[in-house]
């Protein structure tokens, strides 16, 4: 059964940098299209950025380009998001998303069928 397992949260002050990991159990990383979604408590989860299967196809949400930065690291099975010059806005809790069967990249979340349980990411002012 395929897992998905996000570290890497914290807090830090605006102007800042974290970096996320999400870490993909089982032999298919490399079929799986994978995505970061973040959501604040009493709205909905927003997509954030996703890479496709093969890596060729790397999609931002508006909020974060130029500032996020997605890769895969198919030998360690984990995909990465290197988060720059963080906002107060960005504070939210971050989920990995997948993909199965190498599927396109979407900004959807209902087109995603595997969830980590997310890491809370924190940014004071």
């Known amino acids: 059964q395929v897992q998905l397992v996000e570290s890497g949260g914290g807090s830090v002050q605006a102007g800042g940098s974290l970096r996320l990991t999400c870490a993909v159990s089982g032999r298919t990383f490399s079929h799986y299209t994978m995505a970061w979604f973040r959501q604040v408590p009493g709205k909905e989860r927003k997509f954030v950025a996703v890479?496709?299967?093969?890596?060729?196809?790397?999609i931002y949400a508006d909020s974060v380009k130029g500032r996020f930065t997605l890769s895969r690291d198919t030998a360690e099975n984990t995909v990465d998001q290197q988060m720059n010059s963080l906002k107060h806005d960005d504070t939210a809790v971050y989920s990995c998303?997948?993909?199965?069967?190498?599927?396109?990249?979407?900004?959807?979340?209902?087109?995603?069928?595997?969830w980590g349980r997310g890491t809370q990411v924190t940014i004071s002012t």
């Open positions: 890479s496709t299967w093969n890596g060729d196809h790397t």
């Open positions: 998303a997948a993909r199965s069967g190498f599927a396109p990249a979407s900004t959807q979340k209902s087109e995603y069928d595997l």
